[in-house]
């Protein structure tokens, strides 16, 4: 599967950003897919994930509250609704997905073997 984020850009904080991940080469069907990002001069860290087998949904604590990851099977892209953006939210978002993702590891930004480009989303003050 080949992945394709889009939807970043420059948001005054208490805004909302909806960023896509569409995919090509073959369906979701099977995978997890995740939201990861790397702050500037940070590391990449795990933000969201949807296992698509029965819809569940996993947040990292500061995402909870204020980002909605959800998939659309018919266009086959995963979406990082992403509410209240901090300043400390800035960063490259990378949607990324895996077949074999188990639950313990779905945080780990390890865990995902196929990555798409990533989208800036920059967050001002």
């Known amino acids: 599967v080949q992945l394709q984020a889009s939807g970043g850009g420059l948001v005054h904080a208490g805004g909302s950003l909806r960023l896509s991940c569409a995919a090509s080469?073959?369906?979701?069907?099977?995978?997890?897919t995740g939201w990861l990002r790397q702050p500037p001069g940070k590391q990449r860290e795990f933000v969201a994930a949807?296992?698509?087998?029965?819809?569940?949904?996993y947040y990292t604590d500061s995402a909870k509250g204020r980002f909605t990851i959800s998939g659309d099977s018919a266009k086959n892209t995963v979406y990082l609704q992403m509410n209240s953006l901090k300043p400390e939210d800035t960063a490259v978002y990378y949607c990324?997905?895996?077949?074999?993702?188990?639950?313990?590891?779905?945080?780990?930004?390890?865990?995902?073997?196929?990555w798409g480009q990533g989208t800036q989303v920059t967050v001002s003050s």
């Open positions: 990324a997905a895996s077949r074999s993702v188990i639950l313990s590891n779905i945080g780990a930004v390890g865990a995902y073997s196929t």
């Open positions: 949807i296992r698509w087998s029965g819809g569940h949904t």
């Open positions: 080469g073959r369906t979701f069907s099977g995978y997890t």
